[in-house]
């Protein structure tokens, strides 16, 4: 369940909200569709780059997109590409879609299903409108070697550095998370903060505190833990 308290901008329109890293982003993205569009907002999902193409909540046009916000449904708005997948609209229905919208959600980076990753040069894509980033990752990487757990592991190794068989600490995972070239790439002057997702068991919630705390205290980033059981992820 998510809490406003721990995300203030639920209860606030107006926000283009970009999701990056791993570990759980379409998961997030869909739950903050569920629950702005169950307080009678007009909720538009969609991406910079790709996303995994829905069911019933697909727009393909604007005749679909009024009748999803008439039924009280947030509209998954994407041009269908290989894979089962959408990719961005044209700018210029993108941005008038986005401006008849109370809340904005786009995944703005790719991470293979893996927990955590760091972006290539062309990532992420976050749009001019954006003004809410939030860098997602999943607990489940922490103490396993960074060539498991890590999409773009290069690039990964060339930040830490450190080599792939190096295992993932509260403190790596900060410093990743943190970095104007990890998760924190392009944000500039948006708000920023991070989501540690999988806080599933005793041990991940504390070794998620604990990542928290020094995102805190050496890097200034806020941040907050969830969890998502099996019927709820994406």
Request: glycine residues 8%; aromatic residues 6%.
């Amino acid at each position: 369940m998510l809490l406003e308290t721990q995300f203030p901008f639920l209860a606030e329109k107006g926000h283009v909200i970009s999701l990056v890293g791993g570990g759980g982003k379409t998961t997030l993205l869909y739950a903050f569709a569920r629950h702005c569009a169950a307080k009678g907002w007009r909720v538009l999902v969609s991406t910079t780059t790709h996303i995994r193409q829905p069911g019933a909540h697909y727009a393909a046009d604007e005749a679909a997109l009024a009748a999803l916000w008439a039924e009280g449904r947030y509209a998954v708005a994407g041009v269908p590409a290989e894979q089962g997948k959408l990719t961005v609209l044209p700018p210029e229905q993108l941005t008038r879609w986005m401006a008849q919208a109370d809340m904005v959600l786009l995944e703005a980076d790719g991470a293979k299903r893996m927990p955590c990753k760091v972006p290539a040069a062309h990532e992420p894509v976050l749009l001019r409108e954006s003004d809410i980033v939030l860098a997602v990752a999943g607990l489940s990487a922490l103490g396993r070697p960074l060539r498991e757990v890590c999409f773009r592991l290069e690039q990964a190794c060339a930040l830490l550095g450190a080599d792939p068989e190096t295992l993932l600490t509260p403190e790596l995972l900060a410093r990743l998370l943190a970095s104007e070239q990890g998760g924190r790439k392009r944000v500039g002057n948006r708000r920023f903060s991070v989501v540690l997702n999988q806080a599933d068991d005793p041990a991940r919630i504390a070794a998620g505190e604990q990542t928290l705390a020094l995102l805190c205290k050496k890097y200034e980033v806020q941040g907050v833990l969830t969890y998502f059981d099996e019927k709820e992820r994406a």
